[in-house]
């Protein structure tokens, strides 16, 4: 991977700016023409260099400093495409959290994260004066819209201010500067603030383009904001659906097709959820999407049918790649759905796990023996041989090397490799003997029910999820009188929710007896739907689940 002459992230737009400056950098939806098709706005990657330098040169007027935090709250449109590259010219480091993490994460993430600007729509405005968010470090706000009785600048102004300030100059960065801080999901627990470096955000815009083989002039669909960042520094235009990004799961497939179709688009993105939802519609309606290259889906292992499904849809070498990743360290794995649907998914059937292919190439990857204690400094000596299972240990240039204000996190998840830093997964899994990776599940789900034995849930999923009235499932441990008790809980196809028969539960008995893993689960719990991550609508919230099922089986 060749480093960049100018390591700030924002460079790359600059250099497809220069390269193709009169084509479209971003659609933004405002409606229906009068023949049915989708009008946008739209802004060229001219128009939106020049738009971010702008705002670069506007807050260094209003006083927001290089190297200072500002909270960024601004739903998907044109302004968080120019704000956020504006932020990163400017070397203001921008503070992206999911506002769905509800807010008692919220207002713990923005008190750690101890910005000094917020720059927001009008009701996070609204909502940060009322629940006091920042409230003791906030000297600086920028309203994007109607501004009402906080005070500070709106956009517009910021925007005025730089431009007539002359000629911007983008402060130096190095590429161990911090440029951005994002927030994982908190599907294990409260989120924390990844520090992103702008050589962590340019390995992963390398990284990205070499695993996909992306060129630009390329049209890509996101279904999630933060993926959609790379779109400007590849030179692939963004054609931003409509639906609330805040709720992928609920997007209509009808208003990701059409766009596909209206733009030949090349590229999409999309959440397990959003894809489930796309192949069950395209199945029902006969769809083709013939001018897609490539699908591209993650934040949760895919199943095998809607694999299946969605790859229908397309035409001749297009699939669907999985990366294995995370917020900390993006991309780590890639897997195609031909190879997953020719060679893995009987497997991962049978409850091998998940594969999540071969590690990208430019990044080292480890399992350790699972420990739940820190690791202060690395050793070869703790690497298992191949097949066995344990925990993925990560080192490369994508990898984040510390949360903010997160020590004691920081320490369990980064280990000391002679002043680099590999990033322990908290993910649990194997290598086979073609070298790919296989997932069994995140480290603090696993089920210990003694000294010999331990359940790794998606191990154990998927055993169940076979079942043809099963949409997903989700093993936890009930913990009584000093003994764990495995409790599958189970949420079914939508026509087939409702009352349970005897015969369904002795049908998933029998699955499960087939197993040596796979053979102590005995209870079942029937969910109507399962509490899920607010940023992909895919990961499952089993600590959640596990209090549920403890209740359900004190009061049988």
């Known amino acids: 991977m060749k480093a960049r002459d100018n390591p700030n992230i924002a460079s790359a737009l600059s250099e497809v700016a220069e390269s193709q400056p009169e084509e479209v950098a971003i659609y933004y939806p405002k409606g229906r023409a009068p023949d049915g098709t989708w009008r946008y706005e739209t802004m060229t990657y001219s128009e939106l260099d020049e738009e971010s330098s702008n705002i670069a040169a506007g807050l260094h007027e209003i006083g927001i400093e290089a190297g200072s935090r500002a909270v960024l709250m601004v739903e998907p449109s044109i ?70 009785l906080w005070g500070g600048f709106k956009l517009d102004q910021v925007r005025k201010k730089g431009a007539a300030s002359g000629e911007f100059q983008a402060p130096g960065v190095d590429a161990e500067d911090m440029a951005a801080i994002l927030f994982t999901s908190g599907s294990t627990g409260v989120p924390k603030g990844a520090v992103y470096s702008h050589g962590n955000f340019c390995a992963q815009v390398e990284f990205v383009r070499a695993t996909y083989d992306i060129e ?77 290259n490539r699908v591209i889906s993650a934040g949760a292992p895919v199943p095998s049918k809607t694999l299946k499904r969605v790859e229908a849809l397309l035409d ?17 794995a890639s897997i195609g759905s031909r190879e997953i649907l020719g060679e893995t998914a009987d497997a991962t059937d049978e409850g091998a796990g998940v594969c999540v292919g071969r ?56 280990i000391d490799d002679e002043g680099a ?81 005897q015969d369904l539960l002795d049908e998933l008995a029998e699955l499960g007896s087939q197993f040596e893993h796979t053979r102590g689960i005995e209870t079942f719990l029937f969910h109507d739907s399962f509490p899920v991550d607010v ?22």
């Open 79 to 148: 302004e968080f495409f120019a704000l956020t590259f504006g932020l990163f010219k400017a070397a203001v480091v921008p503070v992206l959290v999911d506002p769905g993490m509800g807010l008692s994460n919220l207002k713990t993430c923005l008190a750690e994260a101890e910005p000094s600007a917020f720059i927001g729509v009008p009701k996070a405005h609204a909502a940060r004066l009322v629940l006091r968010w920042g409230a003791s470090t906030i000297e600086h706000t920028v309203t994007v819209g109607r501004r009402w």
């Open 216 to 292: 630009p002039g390329e049209i890509d669909l996101p279904t999630f904001p933060l993926f959609a960042l790379f779109d400007p520094a590849l030179g692939m235009s963004t054609v931003l659906p409509d639906m609330d990004f805040a709720n992928p799961g609920t997007v209509s497939p009808r208003n990701l097709v059409e766009p596909i179709e209206q733009f030949d688009i090349t590229n999409m993105f999309g959440s397990p959820a959003v894809m489930d939802r796309l192949g069950r519609y395209g199945e029902e309606h006969d769809v083709k999407m013939p001018s897609l």
């Open 316 to 332: 001749g070498d297009a699939e669907i790649h999985t990366p294995y990743g995370a917020t900390e360290s993006l991309p780590v």
């Open 359 to 414: 590690p990208v190439e430019g990044i080292e990857v480890e399992v350790i023996e699972i420990n739940d204690e820190p690791i202060a400094t690395w050793s070869d000596d703790l690497v298992l041989p191949q097949g066995e299972i344990g925990e993925f240990v990560v080192k490369g240039p994508q990898v984040t090397k510390r949360y903010f204000n997160r020590e004691e996190a920081t320490r369990s998840a980064k």
């Open 421 to 501: 830093v590999r990033h322990r997964m908290g993910d649990i899994g194997y290598f086979d003997e073609q070298g790919r990776m296989w997932f069994c599940g995140r480290k603090s789900h696993r089920v210990v029910i003694d000294e010999e034995t331990t359940l790794f849930t998606v191990c154990c999923e998927a055993v169940f999820n076979t079942h043809p009235k099963v949409f997903r499932t989700a093993v936890v441990g009930v913990e009584s009188a000093g003994e764990v008790t495995p409790v599958l809980c189970v949420e079914l196809e939508a026509e087939h929710r409702g009352a349970v028969r």
């Open 535 to 556: 940023r992909h609508n895919s990961k499952i919230f089993r600590e959640e689940l596990g209090q549920w099922a403890k209740a359900r089986l004190k009061n049988r």
